[in-house]
């Protein structure tokens, strides 16, 4: 029987499964609807689907290196108490090791990660694990060596905050040190050229009106300006800010006194820039025991 988009349509908005899946359960039952429902019911992805509306925004960071490659993905759940869950751990390692072989996150979410795409595990351990989840972003960063930290680790290369750090030069350990200070410090940019130009004229309005405050003549506000922005760039870019191990020295002296040089970075916390739902945590912890 030929399934035609108008069925496909009609399944989707049925079950909320995706539109391959919606599809391919179409096929499978020869066009029959009450077949394909029980179809994706049995897959576990109807249920998945009605999953997929409610926030994820905890769950864990992996990172993988591979050679002079190095990624962070951050996978989502909706609840803390599934990043403790080892099954999920495993799912999001594996997703970081795999994620070391492609480009994007698109190509993620399409790569083989056992017999399955990543998209298609993830589905089923939305099934399985009882929760929204979601591969939300993936980094990486290339050098001739590069160094990961975990902060806040619930398992090997896998926490709430992960970093990368690409160096030119072989690590001799001041790789992890480096990153470690960036999970602390989450520099806005290398260095000032690598800045967001909209940033850079946002603070250089903010002070050029304080300055203004002061009643001072223009060209003693325009020497103060260069003044303050000098110390914005030393605190916002990493190469700038003085290095948490020893504040004597920036992180680019640190890196040169090693005998390497910081050619990039990469940082990723958990939920950032995702609207959590307030919920209290007995409701939490009823979701969780499925009540």
Known sequence: MAITATMVKELRDVSGAGMMDAKKALTETDGNMEAA?????????AKAAKKSGRTAAEGLVGVAVKGGVGVAVEVNSETDFVARNSDFQATVRGIAEVATGVSDLEA??????????????????????????????????????????????????LGKIGV????????????????????????????????????????????????????KPEAVIEKMIVGRMNKFFEEVTLLNQKFVMNPDVTVAQAAKDAGVEVTGFARLAVGEGVEKEVEDFAAEVAKTAGR
């Open 108 to 157: 993620l979410k399409g790569a083989k990660l056992g017999e399955k795409s990543v998209e298609e595990t993830v589905t089923e351990k939305i099934a399985t694990i009882g929760e929204n989840l979601h591969v939300r972003r993936m980094v990486a960063v290339e050098g001739d060596s590069v160094a990961s930290y975990v902060h806040n680790a619930v398992a090997d290369g």
């Open 37 to 45: 429902i029980d179809w994706l019911r049995t897959k576990g992805l």
């Open 164 to 215: 990368l750090v690409a160096l030119r030069g072989a690590d001799n350990g001041i790789g992890k040190q480096i990153a470690m200070h960036v999970a602390a410090t989450s520099p806005a940019s290398l260095s000032e050229k690598d800045l967001d130009a909209a940033l850079i004229e946002r603070e250089k309005n903010v002070l050029t009106e304080q300055a203004r405050e002061s009643g």
